[in-house]
């Protein structure tokens, strides 16, 4: 119960931090709706969590046409991924112009001594 409560705790720090970057959530729903034909991938990505004004966040849009097939999508996200994309935009069900996917990353910078 505690790893699930951490993980939730840092899943909430993780979104909140996102969500107040000036503009990103704007960027991303302005990606999915303009590339929303080609089942998007977005991935925010930030090296550092203390950059409050969002400037080091990097977003990317990746198309299903590389997600899905291309090996290069291999050499930086693991094959589970891949897999999980298509449970979400394979259904019938899935409606692009309500919903989009995407991921956001912070990678901590970590020292050993």
């Not at 990103?24 to 930030?46: G, T, Y």
């Not at 409050?52 to 291999?74: K, T």
């Not at 693991?78 to 994309?85: E, I, K, S, T, V």
Request: hydrophobic share 40%; proline share 7%; glycine share 2%.
């Amino acid at each position: 119960q505690d790893f699930n409560k951490m993980t939730r705790d840092v899943f909430s720090d993780v979104t909140s931090w996102f969500k107040a970057v000036p503009g990103l959530m704007n960027e991303i729903q302005l990606l999915a709706w303009a590339h929303r034909d080609e089942s998007p991938f977005i991935h925010a990505v930030s090296s550092n969590h203390s950059d409050a004004d969002g400037s080091g966040v990097h977003v990317e849009m990746i198309p299903r046409s590389f997600w899905d097939a291309d090996p290069r999508f291999l050499e930086t996200y693991p094959a589970m991924l891949r897999d999980q994309l298509r449970l979400v935009f394979d259904p019938p069900s899935f409606c692009p112009t309500k919903l989009y996917f995407f991921v956001m990353t912070i990678h901590s910078l970590q020292h050993s001594r």
